[in-house]
């Protein structure tokens, strides 16, 4: 690096300033990112999964060599594109961005993965839980939320594993 980068820690993240990519951030020794903003995170390959952890303790886990960065940001239930489905109260949404080569890109590499992981909130547990997609193409470009499989884990989270990117929300019944 030259001498026009200056590095910082984010949480016991280090960021490169100066790096010509806003927010660059390098993972520390054990992957885990806390994400305070919209910045990218470099995933490089030394933890083979990068989380990035969001204040309210939501995560992406995606797999190194996925891509250059990936950003996560907490989408408040306003900001959503619509509403959830009829049945469905929101609880928690996230974006998930991931950028190779400057681009961003909507489906991981083949073989790459990411888990989608939201924590469920006190006086909730016991319910019954979704993790809904926006899908932007359905419905003749006028997008929908789409299901996907999700799994309520036994520390206290609902997860699903996808290869692609995009806006997910947790809901509840």
Do not use: H
């Amino acid at each position: 690096m030259g001498s026009n980068y200056s590095l910082a820690f984010i949480g016991n993240a280090l960021a490169i300033k100066g790096s010509g990519i806003p927010g660059t951030v390098l993972p520390p020794g054990d992957g885990i990112i806390p994400v305070t903003g919209a910045e990218f995170v470099s995933l490089g390959c030394g933890p083979a999964v990068i989380t990035l952890r969001l204040r309210n303790g939501d995560e992406a886990m995606i797999d190194c060599d996925s891509g250059d960065q990936a950003s996560a940001v907490t989408e408040p239930e306003e900001a959503l594109p619509d509403v959830l489905p009829e049945g469905q109260q929101y609880v928690s949404a996230m974006t998930l961005q991931v950028m190779r080569g400057g681009k961003l890109l909507s489906a991981l590499p083949v073989g790459k993965k990411a888990v989608i992981s939201f924590i469920i909130p006190k006086g909730l547990a016991g319910r019954t839980f979704a993790i809904f997609f926006w899908d932007a193409e359905a419905n003749d470009g006028l997008g929908a939320w789409k299901e996907l499989q999700a799994t309520v884990t036994g520390k206290g989270r609902v997860e699903v594993t996808v290869t692609f990117t995009g806006t997910f929300a947790l809901g509840v019944k």
